[in-house]
């Protein structure tokens, strides 16, 4: 008897028209994107038609949060002897600022901002094609932290959000999870930036709360962010997120620092 009764039940539903509609709008929304950031590169996935933040919740995972994201490109290499930038992310035809750039994206960031400045001409034509705002900033001569202000100050004006991340393009290492996990850090309480750690050191992305933005500007510039983000560490006013992904320490500003992170040796601090 209950045999009869489940087999029924079972016929019952498939030839439910709506059970059927439903079914095929899940086939037809329910697609991959293209380069999905947990499958082997190798896989050939069918192209998707929704922002990457949808297809993260559908996969399960919470949509990125609601906030901008800027890369500070504005430096001018002198130890690299060419712009960083533009150096070619090993084993792919891509360059630093777009594989960091394709990093961000696929972790479901959809406001990204490109701070430029001496090699502006260079990466804006590397990134005409990109899904990205290229940011000139006009006093990158006076050192990164120009370049984080105006890049902060473009970005909160994109959003009513409370929070930007930044990060540089010279830190490419960073996985698609570290910066999900840094974004996600945010949270509740009364902190004022997020930084990740790995081991017992600190390193980028780091994303800013708005009411950072006037501290940053009284800052002295030839010590840039570093002092107000101690200043504000020692308040108890950071948080830091721990993560098992080197990259966010990984620094490349010499030839020999590239060559070691092509060749897949650690790159160590010069």
Known sequence: MRGWLAGRLARTVRSNRFFRRVRDSMRALVALPSRAPWLPARMRL???SAPDDIVWTLMGQAPFPAM?????AGGRSMRMGRPKALLQWPGSTRSFVTHVTDTLRNAGATCVGVVTGAHHDLIATTLADEPVQVLYNPRHDEGQLASLLHGLRW???QTDDAWVMSTLVDVPGVGVDAVRAIADGTGAGHVLAVRPRHGDRHGHPVVW???VLPLLEAADPSQGARLVMRALALDGRVRDVDVDDPGVLTDVDTPAQY???AAGRPVRDD
């Open 46 to 48: 069918a192209p998707l």
């Open 68 to 72: 901008p994201v800027i890369v500070l």
């Open 155 to 157: 970005a909160f004006a």
């Open 209 to 211: 709360r708005r009411e």
């Open 259 to 261: 060559d070691a992170l």
